[in-house]
């Protein structure tokens, strides 16, 4: 499999706009999301028009925004800022939208032994920051490679056939060879809402056969998208974090 690997879009049109144009002549076969294809951000139906019908064959799963923002609950547990967005978006979806995003499927998804998952495969909400918390991952489940989204970090992480996790954080773009010997849980960042203080989109390119993963940063009109967040009267802050990637 070959993919473009993408997540945390985040209702960031423009964002978007500039990662498939980055992309339009590289070659794949598969597109992921890895989840919160909504929530924070100002243009949900946008977002959800290009992914819905991007010419690729696509595996994409749901995060936590997009279940509130498809009304399958209700935001309890969300920030104020995160949970006004959300259910901002609610009532500004199309009705092709909604039911798009009512059908994600609930991660883990497995495809040509890559396991794909929002949070971790066990918890879609759970944040995966450290190799304190992949070595559970790793203790729970043995896939060779397993893609997650969730923390906006582009990280890798990697454990050994003695069980020693080792991760570091890609700064930048880069292309990284994966060990046969290794198994990996790897993020590709955030697209629409980097938070490693860089604030360009983030997002990744996986090719399990060659075993390689190529990290990708590419800039967007910040300030196009903060008029959006500020026109539709969510909360500034989320417009605001935008310029600095945090």
Known sequence: MRALVVSDLHSNAEALRAVVHHVRRK???HIVCLGDFVGYGAQPNQVLDVMRTYRATKLYIRG???RVAAGI??????????????LWTREHLSAPNRRFLAGLAHGPMANDGVMLCHGSPHDEDEYVFNEHHARTVFELHSAPLIL??????????SCDRDGRVRGFSVRGEAIVKLDPNLRYLINPGSVGQPRDRNPQSSFAIVDSTKRTVQFFRVGYDVEKTRASIIAAGLPRVLADRLRHGT
Do not use: R
């Open 148 to 157: 997650y989204g969730h923390t906006h970090l582009p990280v890798i992480f």
């Open 73 to 86: 609950e209700d935001g309890e547990g969300f920030n104020h800022a995160a949970k006004y967005a959300a």
């Open 27 to 29: 070659k794949f076969d």
């Open 64 to 66: 936590n925004h997009d």
